[in-house]
């Protein structure tokens, strides 16, 4: 079961496959797993995936704004904190010990745009795509530096898999459709 997971497994997991959930402390006290946060346990020599652990502990947390820009190659910066969104209700409470950021939106536009990356350690993280991000990174109130978002809209004009009718649409539902179009027509 570790194999198939990059080395990490969940109490969920062993429980799912019917193994008494004492084995894990039992593996833990012998050294053969360490205990990586509540729930989640890993192989000794498993590089430490930070972005899948924290969206594991914090499982409606979906990496959006400056992380997501990073993830999908827009952004050079290596992230400060992640950056989350959540749907509003959801407890991230323990979130800033994590060093991380949450952003809350209503449930009608939490699910607008969610797609799966490998991290750099290669397990499967929930991010926003690209059109979703950039619509998320010109809203009114955002941290995000204008540098940034420059850069980001400069590189999604070029690339090939942009899909302009997805970020107009998306632009639409976020309420941000001026502000896209300002940047779409200044740099196309």
């Not at 050294?31 to 990586?36: A, E, F, I, S």
């Not at 000794?44 to 899948?52: F, G, I, L, R, T």
């Not at 590189?155 to 998306?170: N, R, W």
């Amino acid at each position: 079961m570790l194999g198939e997971n990059n080395g990490i497994i969940t109490t969920a997991q062993v429980t799912a496959a019917g193994i008494q959930r004492r084995m894990l402390s039992e593996l833990v006290a012998t050294n053969r797993l360490y205990r990586v946060g509540r729930g989640i346990y890993a192989l000794p020599e498993v590089w430490e995936d930070e972005m899948y652990f924290l969206q594991y502990q914090f499982t409606k947390g979906v990496y959006s704004n400056e992380t997501a820009l990073y993830l999908h190659g827009l952004s050079d910066r290596t992230p400060i904190s992640y950056t989350l969104t959540f749907p509003h209700g959801y407890n991230a409470s323990g979130l800033k010990k994590h060093n991380a950021k949450a952003k809350f939106v209503t449930p009608e536009i939490y699910d607008l745009g969610i797609i799966e990356l490998n991290s750099s350690a290669g397990n499967p993280i929930r991010v926003y795509d690209i059109e979703r991000t950039l619509c998320d990174i010109v809203k009114g109130n955002n941290s995000c530096d204008i540098q940034l978002v420059n850069q980001a809209m400069k590189a999604y004009t070029v690339s090939k898999e942009k899909d302009m009718a997805k970020l107009i649409g998306f632009a639409e539902r976020l309420r941000v459709k001026p502000k896209i179009l300002r940047y779409m027509e200044v740099l196309l």
